[in-house]
T-cell receptor
Framework: DTGVSQNPRHKITKRGQNVTFRCDPI?????LYWYRQTLGQGPEFLTY????????KSRLLSDRFSAERPKGSFSTLEIQRTEQGDSAMYLC???????????FGQGTRLTVV | GDSVTQMEGPVTLSEEAFLTINCTYT??????LFWYVQYPGEGLQLLLK?????DKGSNKGFEATYRKETTSFHLEKGSVQVSDSAVYFC??????????FGTGTSLTVIP
């Protein structure tokens, strides 16, 4: 069990640029989640995949945000035309049996300048 | 909709003091409840969980009991240590499609 892996760990980008983050879940986990966390707040739900199907999407996820999980393994989260308000920690989590809880990665910290 | 409310922090305690962090929830059905901990510079880790009313979750000396009548899941520890300094998040999920987190409570334990 190597845990949930997220890359990159840090990303600084200029406003208006596109960014893409990658998440590799624990290998047997079919459920994958993306969350966003800002300073002093709890994680906010963005989207959920079961295998390759995107089953839930938050209203927070504007049309600038898109996520994929093409083969039911790793996932990518893309933000287009970044804004300063997108600066946050982006967290990925995975699970096999959801009632046993989520396993989180270390997160990708995005700074938009 | 579903939500979680945690007591505001920060909380500062002396070593060996008793800890309570309050958590109440709102849900339409029968959620599973969780406590997560985030140590400085680390990711969120599951601390304990409970899946039905009156269940008690426990781990590392921490405990929380699922109280349906008061819609609460308060976190307790009898004797805190400096190493317990972290941010604690209460969370719930009804279907596994979404987990709802509280805003977190920062705990600092001083020697």
């Amino acid at each position: 069990d190597t845990g949930v892996s997220q890359n990159p760990r840090h990303k600084i980008t200029k406003r208006g640029q596109n960014v893409t983050f990658r998440c590799d879940p624990i290998s047997e986990h079919n459920r994958l989640y993306w969350y966003r966390q800002t300073l002093g707040q709890g994680p906010e739900f963005l989207t959920y995949f079961q295998n390759e199907a995107q089953l839930e999407k938050s209203r927070l996820l504007s049309d600038r945000f898109s996520a994929e999980r093409p083969k039911g393994s790793f996932s990518t989260l893309e933000i287009q035309r970044t804004e300063q308000g997108d600066s946050a920690m982006y967290l990925c989590a995975s699970s096999l049996v959801w009632a046993k809880g989520l396993f989180f990665g270390q997160g990708t910290r995005l700074t938009v300048v | 909709g579903d939500s979680v409310t945690q007591m505001e922090g920060p909380v500062t305690l002396s070593e060996e003091a008793f800890l309570t962090i309050n958590c109440t929830y709102t849900a339409t059905g029968y959620p599973s409840l969780f406590w997560y901990v985030q140590y400085p510079g680390e990711g969120l880790q599951l601390l304990l969980k409970a899946t039905k009313a009156d269940d008690k979750g426990s781990n590392k000396g921490f405990e929380a009991t699922y109280r349906k009548e008061t819609t609460s899941f308060h976190l307790e520890k009898g004797s805190v240590q400096v190493s317990d300094s972290a941010v604690y998040f209460c969370a719930l999920s009804e279907t596994g499609n979404q987990f709802y987190f509280g805003t977190g409570t920062s705990l600092t334990v001083i020697p």
